[in-house]
Each structure stands twice: as structure tokens, then as C-alpha cells.
């Protein structure tokens, strides 16, 4: 019990998590509940959510969950054969930037939201590195509703990487770890609600 509540404290206090080619920090508790509830209803409610498809050997597959991009207005992003041009930023999606700017201690131009509206929804083994994002890119993470977990995979060794990502944290990944490790959030046949996961990052 005491060793959960040091490594409880140490990841909520910003220190970083070195990993080999790469390094994260976990905040569990980064949004307060209050902070957490009211963000999860407004982003409901007012984002423009879409079913984007991919075109898989000449036919359309449905993402399996919803997304949306907001940003600035000259910041497009392209990934999976899709190029998204950025929604304008809400009072909240601001609110929550400045927040996660002050303690990632880079700015952010986009935001990639994504909704998982229950188990069956998911995300692939993917990395965040496309051009636009520079090398060793800074992507900071924010959860929101229930909590899923969150795989990390390290390219060559093959090492991984599980966390929990609760209502209310933070994850921010930087060093080298987009060009060395993939990550992916799992379908899973537990009852789940719904999540909202953003992803703020700095086009280039």
C-alpha cells in the first residue's frame, strides 16, 4: 500500500517517466471532478463530432469511435489518408489548452478529440509522428468519462507499456518516444461508458 501511494504522489508531482527512446508524464488527478464532469457534458454537447471513414482495400471502414479537430485556422492535419481542417476553438477546448500548456511547458496549436462511446470502441497501434508534427514531438493527452487503458509498444524489443487512464488525467509524451513506440487504446468486452480522449499537439 505504501509503495502505490509514494508512486501515486510521484507521478501526480510532474517528474518524468524515462523509458528507453522516450519518456512520459502521468497525472491521475491533473482535472479536478467538478472541472472533469462539467468538461465531459460540454464536450458532448457542443463538439462537432463526425464518423470519419478509411478507404481498405477499395472499401470504406468506419473509425471505431468518433472524432473531431479544432485548432488554429491554417493548421490542417493529415493522418490515415485523411486530411482534417481544423474546427475553431471553443471557450473550454482554450480553457483546457492553457492549463495543459502551463505544465507541458510547450504550446499547443490543435487539438485531435476523440469519443469512445463504449468497449467496442478503439484506436490501433498507431505513433504520432507525421511530418507536420516535427521531430520528437510533445503530445499531451487528456481523458475524460470512463476510464480505459492505454498501451504503449516499444518498436523493436517489443516491450509494453499498460496504463489506466482515468477521468481527469494527464498524459504527456515527448522526448523520442513517437519515433520508437506505438500506443493504442484496446476494444474491451467490459461495460464501459463513454470517453473522450484529446490530444493536443503543435503543427508545424
Known amino acids: 500500500m505504501d509503495q502505490l501511494y509514494l508512486f501515486q504522489d510521484y507521478i501526480n508531482n510532474f517528474e ?11 497525472v491521475t488527478n491533473f482535472f479536478k471532478k467538478e472541472e472533469s464532469d462539467f ?28 472524432t473531431a479537430w479544432y485548432g488554429d485556422d491554417d493548421k490542417p492535419y493529415t493522418f490515415s489518408g485523411l486530411t482534417l481542417k481544423p474546427e ?9 489548452k492553457q492549463k495543459v500548456e502551463d505544465k507541458a511547458k510547450t504550446g499547443f496549436n490543435s487539438v485531435l478529440l476523440n469519443l469512445y462511446r463504449n468497449g467496442n470502441d478503439s484506436i490501433s497501434w498507431h505513433t504520432d509522428a507525421e511530418k507536420e508534427l516535427g521531430r520528437n514531438p510533445v503530445i499531451a493527452s487528456v481523458n475524460f468519462g470512463a476510464t480505459r487503458k492505454f498501451q504503449l509498444r516499444h518498436n523493436e524489443t517489443k516491450v509494453r507499456i499498460d496504463l489506466l487512464l482515468t477521468h481527469g488525467s494527464l498524459l504527456i ?20 461508458d463513454k470517453r473522450i480522449n484529446l490530444t493536443f499537439r503543435l503543427i508545424k
Request: aromatic share 14%.
Open 88 to 96: 475553431k476553438w471553443t471557450k473550454p477546448l482554450l480553457d483546457i
Open 173 to 192: 509524451m515527448q522526448g523520442e518516444l513517437q519515433h520508437f513506440w506505438q500506443h493504442q487504446v484496446p476494444k474491451t468486452k467490459q461495460t464501459v
Open 39 to 66: 468538461y465531459l457534458k460540454n464536450l458532448l454537447n457542443e463538439i462537432n463530432w463526425k464518423q470519419e471513414s478509411m478507404n481498405i482495400y477499395s472499401k470504406n471502414v468506419n473509425f471505431p469511435r468518433l
Open 16 to 26: 518524468p517517466i524515462k523509458i528507453q527512446n522516450g519518456e512520459y508524464i502521468y
